[in-house]
């Protein structure tokens, strides 16, 4: 393959691991790690931090035009912020999901997603990378679990941060948020056509990071 540029796009619910096979992968191939959820969720925290109200009117388009976000060591950068940690609440996590449906988010975020993929390889995690920012990318997974299976991993992942949080409520939270992705009408959350399906139901991270490695080393293989 020499040093040819390729792009692996992993796309999937949130509760799946996403972002961990995606860093894991980054690092076991050497390759740039974007995690496009955390760019919707620094939106999120940036509207909520200066009262916008979530709907697509002038307020936001004049914040987006002064919003700079970048990455750095697995590190996000907001306006020069690390607000890597601010950016992990609930309360965000929905405000994220809230103001990835409006358009003009997605056009300044997709914009800069795909810039970073063309001048490197990258892997992308989020809910539409293989169907809408990376649609030619030479790998494309999309990882799925059980509600539940998920909704626990997020509780316990919520819990070890230190926030006070219930099960039920994160099961909820996870489920409306499930179908608002499903059913936007910008980009819904569903698996490319050409994407190879990882059930990780039951899988500890090592599991799904040995079957996504064989799935991206089959797939380039063929290049």
């Known amino acids: 393959m020499g040093q040819k540029i390729f792009q692996i796009a992993v796309d999937g619910p949130s509760g799946t691991g996403k972002s961990t096979i995606a860093k894991n992968v980054a690092k076991k191939l050497g390759i740039e790690y974007i995690d496009t959820g955390a760019m919707y969720r620094a939106v999120g925290l940036k509207m909520h931090r200066l009262g916008i109200p979530m709907e697509e009117t002038q307020p936001l388009l004049t914040m987006l035009a002064d919003t700079d976000i970048d990455f750095s060591d697995e590190h996000i950068f907001l306006d020069g912020e690390d607000v890597s940690e601010l950016i992990r609440t609930q309360e965000i996590s929905k405000a994220a999901s809230d103001c990835s449906a409006f358009a003009s988010v997605r056009r300044k ?115």
């Open 109 to 223: 975020l997709v914009d800069l997603q795909q810039k970073m993929a063309k001048s490197k390889s990258v892997i992308m995690d989020g809910r539409d990378i293989g169907t809408v920012i990376l649609p030619e990318a030479e790998v494309k997974i999309f990882l799925f679990a059980s509600n539940t299976e998920r909704a626990k991993r997020r509780y316990e992942e919520l819990r070890a941060k230190g926030q006070t949080v219930r099960y039920e409520d994160v099961l909820a939270d996870m489920t409306k948020r499930d179908e608002n992705d499903r059913t936007r009408a910008t980009a819904p959350a569903v698996a490319a056509k050409d994407a190879v399906l990882l059930d990780n139901s039951g899988f500890e991270p090592e599991q799904t990071l040995k079957k996504a490695i064989e799935i991206i080393d089959g797939k380039l293989k063929k290049q």
